[in-house]
């Protein structure tokens, strides 16, 4: 689904991932579910693009929920997967640690289990390779993506700024539909390692500039990420 020129978005208020279409060629931002590779093609086909205009892959953490169709892509392609280097090793291995489930409700629950299930959620790989990078880099992709660095959900968790097409990518630095309880709007996300460090990093996002924040989970913000960043706070 095309956000504006240039931006894209792949699955839908469940669990979102993005693809900037330029010119000298396209950056991916998350990988959704496994069976977000269906949408990936559907997208690229839609823009007139093929897979070999991909030029990388750019993860915000390595939650499986993010990395669905990462490895499948970089085995087909040999296209880069990007993470900060504090999460590499989650990416890799899946190991994380526990953390309390939070409020629920029993329907939105269960359609969050019943949407990974269609998307092959059971079956995501780990990546086997992947590119480390640090807070504040610039990637050498379409966009020139700017990685910041936002932990807290996890240690590696980033924004992923990109001016080119005004927007920010907070992958679970922040949600905009919680998908245990369904309330909608700027809030916490669920399943984070360390809230506090978490609440804390918001005030990196809201240093940034951009039109659209645009999170793994709900909605698109049309907003600054100031403002974003705030009503988080005020939902807490």
């Given at each position: ?14 669990v ?7 010119p000298?060629?396209?950056t ?8 977000h ?7 690229l ?41 504090a ?19 029993p ?8 949407y ?29 993506p ?22 920010v990518f907070?992958g ?15 809030q ?49």
């Amino acid at each position: 689904m095309q956000l504006a020129p240039h931006l894209h978005r792949l699955g839908n208020d469940i669990v979102a991932s993005y693809l900037i279409d330029l010119p000298e060629g396209i950056t991916l931002i998350d990988a959704g579910l496994p069976g977000h590779w269906k949408d990936l093609q559907h997208e690229l086909s839609a823009i007139g693009r093929p897979l070999s205009d991909v030029r990388g892959l750019v993860l915000t953490h390595g939650d499986s929920d993010h990395i669905g169709f990462a490895e499948r892509l970089r085995r087909e392609t040999g296209v880069p997967v990007i993470i900060h280097a504090a999460d590499a090793h989650r990416v890799r291995t899946g190991e994380k640690p526990r953390t309390p489930m939070g409020p629920a409700r029993p329907l939105p629950m269960l359609g969050f289990l019943a949407y990974g299930l269609r998307k092959n959620a059971l079956r995501t790989p780990h990546v086997a390779s992947v590119v480390e990078v640090d807070d504040s880099a610039v990637l050498d992709l379409p966009g020139a993506p700017v990685v910041v660095g936002l932990p807290g959900h996890s240690p590696g968790s980033i924004a992923v700024h990109v001016p080119a097409v005004d927007a920010v990518f907070v992958g679970d630095a922040l949600t905009t539909r919680h998908v245990l309880t369904g309330r909608e709007g700027a809030q916490p996300a669920p399943f984070t390692d360390a809230p506090a460090e978490a609440l804390a990093s918001l005030d990196r996002l809201a240093a940034l500039d951009a039109s659209w924040v645009l999170p793994g989970h709900g909605a698109p913000w049309r907003g600054s990420p100031a403002d974003i960043a705030a009503a988080v706070r005020a939902a807490v």
